[in-house]
């Protein structure tokens, strides 16, 4: 009981990692709204490559980004691990769900503040905008994302219709 007192004051949180490839990414659990398998997607002709389609979910049509394209890299390979990790995001003061597809969710986890370093200046295989920290466990290193950031819808919608313009000219 000391111990669940020690960490709320110490401002611990709680975190879903995840993997992408054999990087450790966690996102605040607050933000999540469920983990679902990956199933039919529906592609959107002229979307960046990050976006890999839409799903229907209960009836409402979610954008699927896909983690690996964002971050530079080369589409994700869908495996038996795969997921798609529905959460809130914020535009123009509305709440928007999208799904992250991801290689496989790890576990919830909880980092105390003090534990939660700034993002490095260089090194990383993400972009140092899209990381709010980076939470010290034992050996390792996570990767904590800054979701506003990392999947701001307006810079998304931006990228988008430079992709629609790009296939126009």
Known sequence: MATQSTEAAEGAAQ???FLLGKEVFAMDIRTVREIIQVGPMTTVP???GFV???INLRGAVVPVIDLHARFGHAAAQIGKKTCIVIFDAVREGERVELGLLVDAVSEVIEIPAGQIEPPPSFGSAVRRD???GMGKLAERFVIILD???????NEMAQLCEAAQQTEAA
Request: charged share 20%; glycine share 6%; hydrophobic share 55%.
């Open 130 to 132: 899209f990381i709010q």
């Open 46 to 48: 002229l979307m960046p």
């Open 147 to 153: 979701p506003d950031k990392a999947f701001d819808i």
């Open 15 to 17: 975190f879903l990692t």
């Open 52 to 54: 890999r389609g839409v």
